[in-house]
C-alpha cells in the first residue's frame, strides 16, 4: 500500500467519504450551536412552543401588525384571555418547526388597513428572524407569512388587547 492510500484510508484525510474535514467541521458548528462539545458537557435543545412565543411576540412589535392568528382562533383566543386568570396566548398564529440547529416559521397575521402588506411582511421576516437567532443560536432558514386579513378602521375588534404589553 502506498502513502497516498494509507493516507486516503485515515479517517478524516481528504477523499475518503468517512468523516473528512467538512464534515468534520459541519459537525463541529452544530455541535457548537446546540449548546454542548466533543467534551460531553451536554446539549441544549429548544422546544417549538419557546421558538414560537419568541416569533410571535417580535411579529407583534411591529407597526401594521394588528393581530395574529385565523379569524376563529382569534375568537377562541378572545373568549380565553376574558377569562379570570386567562393567560393570552403570545403563540396564536405561529407554528414553528425546530431541529439541532435550524428552525423554519409559518406566521398568520391580520394586517392593519392602510399598510402596504409587503413592507410589514418584509418587517415582520426581519424581526422575527433577528429576534428568533439572537435569543435562541438557531438559524432561521425561512419564515413564511400569510396574511389572513386585514382589519378596518370601523370593524368592531374582536381582540380588545391585540397588541401584548
Known amino acids: ?92 398564529g405561529v407554528k414553528a418547526e425546530v431541529g439541532e440547529v435550524q428552525t423554519a416559521l409559518d406566521l398568520e397575521i391580520v394586517v392593519d388597513y392602510g399598510v402596504s402588506i409587503a413592507d410589514v411582511a418584509r418587517d415582520v421576516r426581519e424581526n422575527v428572524i433577528s429576534a428568533v437567532e439572537r435569543m435562541t443560536g438557531l438559524e432561521v432558514v425561512e419564515v413564511n407569512i400569510a396574511v389572513s386579513d386585514v382589519k378596518l378602521p370601523d370593524e368592531e375588534d374582536d381582540e380588545p388587547e391585540s397588541r401584548l404589553q
Open 1 to 92: 500500500m502506498s502513502d497516498t492510500s494509507a493516507q486516503r484510508n485515515r479517517p478524516g484525510a481528504p477523499g475518503n467519504d468517512s468523516v473528512g474535514e467538512p464534515a468534520e467541521q459541519a459537525r463541529k458548528t452544530a455541535i457548537t450551536k446546540r449548546g454542548g462539545d466533543a467534551g460531553g458537557r451536554g446539549r441544549t435543545t429548544i422546544a417549538d412552543g419557546v421558538v414560537e412565543k419568541i416569533a410571535g411576540l417580535a411579529a407583534r412589535d411591529v407597526i401594521g401588525v394588528h393581530a395574529m392568528g385565523s379569524g376563529l382562533s382569534r375568537t377562541f383566543g378572545a373568549v380565553r384571555d376574558r377569562v379570570p386568570g386567562g393567560k393570552p396566548a403570545v403563540s396564536r
